[in-house]
């Protein structure tokens, strides 16, 4: 208790000297050779120079085994299922525009209507089909490159894209697959640029939440 | 602690689709490997040839019908979620039945019948061996009885606790 009291008398004198010049009188002269090491941007309170803080912006405490972002292989049912339903959105409207083009000498009928959904299901299967299975292998081969770099970054992201590019054309041969590795690289390209153009234009960007 | 977290409903659809087309993607490219394998001219390179292209051709299909029958599935799931407020297998029951039903939509109504019978049964199965690993697994944590010097400090043995 004594201890106590003697600190607290201790901290008030302190400070009493420290707004010792606060008596009347005091002039700015006085005050610019204060140094302003204890004032941070942070808050003006701070004793501490704020270049020994670590302002990391995610303080998130993570469990053994788990890292920061999603590994690819979370994210690839994620992918892979949206990839299907966007083709097979974009097969629906794409064999409406098709059925109605094909059909437009009929007159509005049962027939008619039957050839449409007929496209529209057709369309819709095959492109959620295809986009599907180039996401499928995207996936794959960017879990393989980060299982086997131990390492994830966007050199995952372009080489998996080229690689399923080449596979996917593999049915043309050799010119087919120097084609369909040239589209694959531009298209990853392309999202690797998209996905770092904060960090590539500018100097701040912390971890930005990437979807692979 | 590798557990397997599913998303919230909306997102789970898309992951279940995926996952549904990842498994038939592959599967199906598997057996059509060694179908179009064997059904091939006498040749190595004939044969992988024929399963190259056999996969090619099917295991997309076959990976988008599994995928729309995952993709239903897991809508009518959430559905039903929403609709009872609560998550138990009869949800997972109920929506394999309804998807099988409605795939079977062109076929006619004793067709969707069976078809219902089949996905219902198929989830029941599913649900029922997962509801068995839990509880055997969840055997393993359970606390061993406590000892008791004196068996006259016990207390007695029916206290109307229920359970």
């Known amino acids: 208790m004594d201890n106590n009291s003697q600190g607290s008398g201790g901290v008030k004198s302190g400070l009493g000297s420290l707004f010792g010049g606060g008596s009347p009188?005091?002039?700015?002269n006085d005050l610019a050779g204060v140094s302003l090491t204890g004032m941070s941007p942070l808050s003006p309170y701070l004793n501490v120079d704020p270049r020994y803080l670590a302002q990391d912006t995610?303080?998130?405490?993570?469990?053994?085994?788990?890292?920061?972002?999603?590994?690819?292989?979370?994210?690839?049912?994620?992918?892979?299922?949206?990839?299907?339903m966007t083709?097979?959105?974009?097969?629906a409207f794409n064999g409406l525009r098709m059925g109605i083009k094909e059909t437009r000498d009929m007159?509005?009928?049962?027939?008619?209507?039957?050839?449409?959904?007929?496209?529209?299901?057709?369309?819709?299967?095959?492109?959620?089909?295809?986009?599907?299975?180039?996401?499928?292998?995207?996936?794959a081969f960017g879990v393989v490159f980060e299982k086997a770099r131990g390492a994830e970054d966007d050199l995952n992201t372009v080489a998996a894209g080229t690689l399923t590019g080449m596979l996917f054309k593999s049915a043309g041969g050799l010119k087919g697959v120097a084609r369909g590795g040239l589209v694959g690289l531009a298209l990853s390209s392309?999202?690797?640029?998209?996905?770092n153009w904060d960090h590539i234009t500018n100097s701040s960007s912390s971890a930005s939440s990437r979807l692979y | 602690m590798e557990e397997y977290i599913r998303e919230p409903c909306p997102w789970r659809i898309v992951d279940d689709c995926g996952g549904a087309f990842t498994m038939g993607a592959i599967g199906g490219g598997v057996f059509q490997a060694v179908k179009g394998f064997r059904n091939a001219p006498a040749g190595i390179g004939y044969r992988l040839r024929s399963g190259a292209n056999a996969v090619r051709v099917r295991a997309p299909q076959i990976g988008g019908s599994f995928a729309v029958w995952g993709g239903l599935f897991s809508t009518i799931d959430c559905g039903l979620v929403r609709i009872r407020g609560k998550e138990d297998p009869w949800?997972?029951?109920?929506?394999g039945a309804m998807t099988g039903a409605i795939l079977a939509a062109r076929s006619g109504p004793l067709v969707m019948v069976g078809s219902a019978m089949m996905g219902g049964i198929l989830l029941a199965l599913i649900?029922?061996?997962?509801?068995?690993?839990?509880?055997?697994?969840?055997?393993?944590?359970?606390n061993a009885a406590p000892f008791a010097e004196d068996p006259s400090q016990l207390p007695p043995k029916d206290r109307g606790l229920g359970l």
């Open chain 1, 25 to 28: 009188g005091y002039s700015n």
């Open chain 1, 58 to 84: 995610d303080e998130f405490i993570l469990p053994t085994g788990a890292n920061k972002t999603r590994g690819r292989f979370e994210l690839a049912f994620f992918t892979i299922g949206g990839s299907c």
């Open chain 1, 87 to 91: 083709g097979a959105t974009f097969g």
């Open chain 1, 107 to 139: 007159a509005w009928s049962k027939p008619r209507n039957v050839q449409i959904i007929n496209m529209v299901t057709r369309q819709g299967a095959s492109w959620a089909n295809t986009l599907g299975s180039v996401a499928l292998l995207y996936s």
């Open chain 1, 190 to 195: 392309a999202y690797a640029l998209y996905n």
């Open chain 2, 91 to 95: 949800n997972s029951i109920t929506s």
């Open chain 2, 127 to 142: 649900e029922g061996v997962g509801i068995l690993l839990t509880r055997y697994t969840a055997q393993q944590f359970q």
